[in-house]
């Protein structure tokens, strides 16, 4: 896939919801982990970045864009 024909990328640390978006036409272009706390105590978060670059079609979301960003 080329970057220059992305619309729009989203973040999730949910891997039910990065299924949803696979499923949907999604593609991932990137996971992270991020690591809050120290050493002992310390709680690693796997985040996974999804793209939209399907030509014609506006991105398709597994539930309203807004209730994502609200939860």
Excluded: C, R
Aim: proline letters at 3%; charged letters at 30%.
């Amino acid at each position: 896939m080329k970057l220059t024909k992305v619309k729009e990328v989203v973040d999730t640390i949910d891997n039910e919801q990065a299924n949803k978006y696979l499923n949907l036409g999604w593609t991932i272009i990137n996971t992270f982990v991020t690591i809050d706390g120290e050493s002992d105590e310390a709680n690693q978060t796997l985040h996974y970045v999804l793209a939209w670059a399907q030509d014609e079609e506006e991105p398709k979301y597994p539930t309203s864009k807004y209730e994502m960003e609200s939860e």
